[in-house]
């Protein structure tokens, strides 16, 4: 228990359905992370959230849409995804974005795109 | 542009000792870490370098070259639990984390 919740950890969607997955912390951070993780290929870094405020957005295509209501919680809204976007996707946070802090992970959604 | 290269796959004996490489080409230089990532699980913070020389944490140990751009993991007295993937990511000039593939170690008997 990393104190990083994931919800659904399993989710099936069909290329014209809209979703979304819910990340929260219980760790008093201030930065949250989407990253994409595809086997046998590095984690891909989506979005960072510093103090609530979107701090990067790394090329990611509009079909993916990140949401940060507060420092506790993140959420990805997807639609119209494609079958290359099934992947595990995994949330983080660390105290904040700098030097020296470590990331916390959840255990992620696994997402198949049919 | 930036790389991490770690060996795909390695296999050791449970009570032996393995050494998993890490080498980076990065835009900028602001620590490197070691994540652990056993099968449908999340990732979890092993160690961290930011200065020259070997960080030692019970049975795992990191070093890490700066001028070299290289670093390694030791893991000794192996057991059957360190079966999992090895991540090695290194933050950038932006204080982003660039991540490696991964290296899944395998434990024998």
């Known amino acids: 228990e990393t104190g990083v919740t994931q919800t659904p950890r399993h989710l099936v969607m069909g290329m014209t359905n809209k979703k979304s997955l819910k990340c929260e912390q219980h760790l008093g951070h201030n930065a949250m992370y989407w990253y994409k993780q595809s086997a046998k290929k590095p984690l891909e870094l989506m979005f960072v959230?510093?103090?609530?405020?979107?701090?990067e957005n790394n090329s990611v295509p509009s079909r993916f849409s990140p949401e940060c209501p507060n420092s506790s919680h993140l959420f990805l809204h997807l639609h119209t995804l494609q079958p290359e976007d099934s992947a595990l996707y995994l949330c983080a946070s660390s105290q904040k974005v700098g030097e020296g802090y470590e990331q916390y992970f959840g255990p992620g959604t696994r997402l198949t795109v049919t | 542009g930036q790389n991490i290269d770690q060996p795909t796959e390695m296999t050791a004996t449970e009570g032996a000792i393995v050494q998993i490489n890490c080498t980076y080409q990065t835009s900028g230089f602001n620590g490197l870490f070691w994540y652990q990532q056993h099968a449908g699980e999340a990732p979890t913070f092993l160690s961290y370098n930011v200065l020259d020389g070997l960080e030692e944490k019970g049975r795992f140990s990191s070093f890490l070259s700066r001028s070299k751009g290289y670093s390694y993991l030791l893991l000794k007295e192996l057991q059957m639990k360190d079966s999992a993937s090895y991540l090695c990511?290194?933050?950038?000039?932006?204080?982003?984390?660039?991540w490696g593939a991964g290296t899944k170690l395998i434990i024998k008997p």
């Open positions: 959230y510093n103090f609530k405020e979107q701090t």
């Open positions: 990511a290194v933050r950038d000039s932006n204080y982003q984390l660039i």
